[in-house]
Nanobody
Framework: QVQLVESGGGLVQAGGSLRLSCAAS????????MGWFRQAPGKEREFVAA????????SYADSVKGRFTISRDNVKNMVALQMNSLKPEDTALYYCAASSAAWVSVSSGAVEYNYWGQGTQVTVSS
């Protein structure tokens, strides 16, 4: 089992940058595929980015491709989401998620992730 705690959210102007971090408990962090999702008010949760256990493979939603970068540090038990060129439509509650499923490398499907953090709010003003 793994516990996830996000941090780094806040208020930023359009065009600015934020770096989200997700700290994971436990000594088996490298066994989990990781992902970031977000949910805006009145909308469903949507996929943002995912990274494989080794960090070699990544996947991004089209809406963030070229602006966001996901990375992980299996020694520090952390996954990060660097967000650049932020837009007002990026405003949402951002969640870190972990998948222990052996068949998952990088996945955009929320159903594939069995552990979730509490979320960190990102607000982008125009």
């Amino acid at each position: 089992q793994v516990q996830l705690v996000e941090s780094g959210g806040g208020l930023v102007q359009a065009g600015g940058s934020l770096r989200l971090s997700c700290a994971a408990s436990g000594r088996t962090f490298s066994r989990y595929a990781m992902g970031w999702f977000r949910q805006a008010p009145g909308k469903e949760r949507e996929f943002v980015a995912a990274i494989s256990r080794s960090g070699v493979s990544t996947s991004y939603a089209d809406s963030v491709k070229g602006r966001f970068t996901i990375s992980r540090d299996n020694v520090k038990n952390m996954v990060a989401l660097q967000m650049n060129s932020l837009k007002p439509e990026d405003t949402a509650l951002y969640y870190c998620a972990a998948s222990s499923a052996a068949w998952v490398s990088v996945s955009s499907g929320a159903v594939e992730y069995n552990y979730w953090g509490q979320g960190t709010q990102v607000t982008v003003s125009s």
